[in-house]
């Protein structure tokens, strides 16, 4: 496995965690349609399958452990997500609950009361169709999915990598969701619930990450001929660049499906390079921790910019998309950058 942390990846997730605020920004004020950022939702897809790289990575920490652990194995790795989330989340949940009291004063009760499994993110584990819908902040569908697929894949991970290689669990995790899928397919008549095609998406998307673990292992052990060594950094800056291109173009939801596809593709070979260490080198150590700090916005801009939607669609401000955009963006990272360092220095005073 490549030990060292290219913060080229940080730069990737503040760059898709934009591109979410971009996607939110066009619904809210350019409604739906073939608008710029149309496809801005074309971020989670990085976002799951980072998850499943790093749960893959964590899975391979315990394959030495004895398999009774596994399950304080399993709520010490869910823990640790969720600490990681927790202190931001309560913060935006907190900054929305006012913003709804302050704008929607008649409904704020019924909100509010609606919003509770997403305060505790469990809104995607609800049995009714839509109730992430519900949730004060709707993006957190994503935490919610990524978490709840942790808490099976995670152990169920973990005891078959005791038993066979990487690649072939992940393959028992993908027939697993086929056999669920199958299975629910056959009970359920009409659609699937909503809410269970964006668990599926998040299991499969985070299995494809897992594989990408594996595959960067390989791909940082070959011996590659030079010309291929001198193609993988442009390979990855293009593959990066694929998915983000096609979330800011107008495109139809029409194009949703081969979008999402060609936006998994890539980001699978663009992690897989990148944490192979045969991608592109970034070696000045200021500009590496730069596009560090850059990452560690993505999760407040993602929590924080839904509060600021909520706000400035009940204000009375009239502005052109372009103009929302510029001051939803600038607000988001303000805050992201206030957060951060209000935290550092609580980290410091502590």
């Known amino acids: 496995m490549a030990k060292s942390r290219n913060n080229l990846v940080e730069l990737a997730r503040f760059i898709f965690s934009m591109l979410v605020v971009g996607y939110h920004v066009q619904m809210t004020w350019g409604g739906a349609g073939a608008h710029f950022f149309a496809g801005g939702a074309l971020a989670v897809e990085f976002f799951f399958l980072i998850s499943g ?9 315990t394959v030495d452990l004895d398999v ?52 505790f993110l469990i809104q995607m584990a609800a049995v009714w169709d839509g109730s992430y819908q519900q949730a004060l902040i709707v993006p957190e569908w994503y935490l919610s999915s990524m978490l709840l697929m942790m808490l099976i894949m995670f152990p169920m991970g973990t005891w078959l990598r005791k038993r066979m ?6 393959s028992l995790l993908l027939v697993f969701m086929l056999v669920i899928l199958l299975l ?18 998040a299991w499969g998307e985070m299995c494809v990450g897992m594989f990408a673990c594996y595959f960067s292992a390989y791909l940082s052990k070959a011996n590659l001929k030079s010309g291929v060594q ?19 173009i107008p495109l139809t939801s029409d194009a949703k499906v081969v979008t999402m596809v060609a936006s998994v593709v890539c980001v699978f070979g663009a992690i897989s390079i990148t944490f192979s260490c045969k991608g592109l080198q970034i070696r000045n150590p200021e500009l ?32 052109p998309l372009w103009g ?25 005073a502590s």
């Open 53 to 61: 790289f790093f749960m893959a990575r964590s899975i391979e920490k």
């Open 68 to 119: 009774q652990n596994i399950t304080s194995q399993t709520k010490r790795f869910i823990w640790s997500k969720i600490k990681g989330i927790l202190p931001v989340h309560i913060v935006a949940i907190i900054l929305m609950i006012l913003v709804v009291v302050l704008t929607r004063r008649d409904e704020a009760g019924s909100l509010i009361a609606q919003g509770i499994p997403g305060m």
């Open 165 to 170: 290689k990487g690649p072939a669990v992940v």
């Open 184 to 201: 629910v397919k056959m009970v359920v008549t009409g659609g699937l619930p909503e809410n269970l095609q964006q668990d599926l998406r």
């Open 230 to 248: 001198k193609l993988l950094p442009v390979l990855e800056v293009i593959l990066y660049s694929i998915p983000v291109i096609l979330g800011m």
């Open 288 to 319: 590496n921790g730069f596009f560090g700090v850059l990452g560690s916005f993505s999760l407040p801009i993602y929590l924080f910019h839904p509060v600021l939607i909520s706000l400035f669609e009940y204000l009375p401000v009239q502005l």
């Open 324 to 348: 929302w955009h510029l001051v939803i963006w600038l607000l988001a990272i303000g805050s992201a950058v206030l957060y951060h360092l209000i935290s550092r220095r609580r980290s410091s």
